[in-house]
């Protein structure tokens, strides 16, 4: 396999249920175009060194014009569990700012302790809580820049 710079590298899926991943390749390593690569992968933006396997296989340089903007946001969780409830703090940094959800989950005191289910759902309802956020923000913005109140649907 022999790959230049801006060349892009796609992944087929080894299973049914498992999306085929792409990326830009940013460094060749190996001599006369030859692995190892770095690659940009597409649905994270993160970078890694990449030694292709049988499933991979170069799809021509990447246009110029397909990616403008790639930012990373990074989420966190934090999961506090006592009395039978558990509360989720969801973080969002987005590098300028940092957004906050809480959800929260209570256990029937009739049902088994599976702190797991309490995980998911205050995680859930916290993730909920921080998209409506981004919404609210997203409105607010927009109508800062039209001079007037803006709703978003959906």
């Known amino acids: 396999m022999k790959a230049t710079v801006g060349d892009r590298i796609v992944i087929q899926s080894r299973h049914v ?3 085929e991943r792409d990326g830009e390749i940013v ?3 190996g001599p006369d175009g030859t692995p190892p ?3 940009r992968w597409s649905d994270d933006g993160r970078t ?3 030694y292709p396997g049988p499933d991979a296989h170069i799809g021509g340089h990447t246009p110029a014009t397909a990616v403008h903007h790639v930012t990373a946001w990074h989420a966190t969780v934090y999961l506090t569990e006592e009395d039978g409830h558990t509360t989720a703090d969801a973080v969002l940094n ?3 700012n940092a957004l906050h959800g ?3 989950a209570y256990r029937n005191p009739a049902d088994p302790e599976v702190p797991e289910i309490g995980d998911e759902l ?3 309802r916290a993730l909920v809580a921080l998209g409506r956020r981004l919404i609210e923000m997203s409105a607010e913005d927009i109508g800062a ?3 007037h109140r803006v709703h978003l649907k959906g």
């Open 17 to 19: 249920d498992e999306p």
């Open 27 to 29: 460094e060749v390593h």
């Open 37 to 39: 690569y770095l690659v």
């Open 48 to 50: 890694a060194l990449l």
């Open 94 to 96: 987005t590098g300028s």
């Open 102 to 104: 809480r959800g929260t």
């Open 122 to 124: 205050a995680t859930g």
């Open 145 to 147: 820049i039209e001079g």
